[in-house]
């Protein structure tokens, strides 16, 4: 029972997410869960009870599961600190999701910021990432350095999993500031299916600048972010 509960526990919660079950809507009975997901009913009340501790349904006797308005919680990720550290600091689990290893590439044409002419000439190092809170995938995340000066970058592993942390121990580069573009923009295909929303859902889109305390080095940063569980703020 123990994975067939969290596999219940989260077609649910991305049920609720996407907007199938709104607030106040109540879920489908016990007996219709258990026919529907092909489990015991203890599978289904633990599932249930997992979604209670969360905030995404509560229990009223005599009705059922009723899906409640969760409590929309900052993470503050438009900052120099890494994601990690900053969601981390909230006491919020967080995790990530390889979808390409740091790799030696060409910048993307048109590229979202300005390139200055020796970025140009370096080309980049590129990964892309999922990262997650609590188990949810919150944001698409695609990186891009200037390839200068950053030796066997692409063939370390990141330490404890943060590209800041990694720059800093690494090659003595530290986040000093960072610029940022907003826009709303509409999942496509890819971005739907990575963050478990519905096709043409609406993302944000933040593009990021941080610079480096090393001249002609600084890193770009492409997101789309779900924010229907969660907003972005600024942090110092």
């Known amino acids: 029972m123990g994975t067939l ?73 438009l900052s120099v600190k890494g994601f990690s550290e900053v969601v981390s600091s909230r006491r919020m689990a967080v995790s990530t999701v390889m979808i390409q290893k740091p790799v030696i590439s060409r910048w993307e044409e048109p590229f979202f910021y300005p390139l200055d002419d020796l970025e140009q000439k370096a080309g980049c190092i590129f990964l892309k990432r999922i990262r997650c809170v609590e188990d949810e995938p919150v944001m698409l995340e695609s990186t891009y350095l200037p390839n200068t000066n950053l030796p066997r970058f692409c063939t370390r592993p990141l330490i404890h999993g943060s590209l800041f942390e990694t720059l800093s121990v ?67």
């Open 5 to 77: 509960y969290r596999k219940v526990q989260h077609d649910l919660k991305s049920q609720i997410i996407a907007g199938v079950y709104g607030e106040g809507d109540l879920l489908p009975s016990e007996s219709e869960l258990q026919r529907l997901h092909g489990v015991t009913r203890s599978t289904i009340r633990q599932a249930l009870e997992e979604l209670v501790k969360e905030g995404y349904i509560r229990k009223k006797q005599g009705k059922g599961s009723i899906v409640i308005r969760r409590q929309r919680r900052t993470l503050g990720m």
């Open 170 to 236: 690494n090659y003595s580069l530290e986040i000093t500031r960072v610029e940022q573009d907003l826009r709303a923009v509409p999942a496509d295909d890819d971005a739907a299916a990575r963050l478990r929303i519905g096709p043409g859902k609406p993302l944000l889109l933040i593009y990021l600048k941080f610079y480096t305390n090393r001249e002609h080095l600084s890193v770009y940063s492409s997101l789309l972010c779900n924010t229907t569980g969660y907003s972005i703020g600024n942090i110092l």
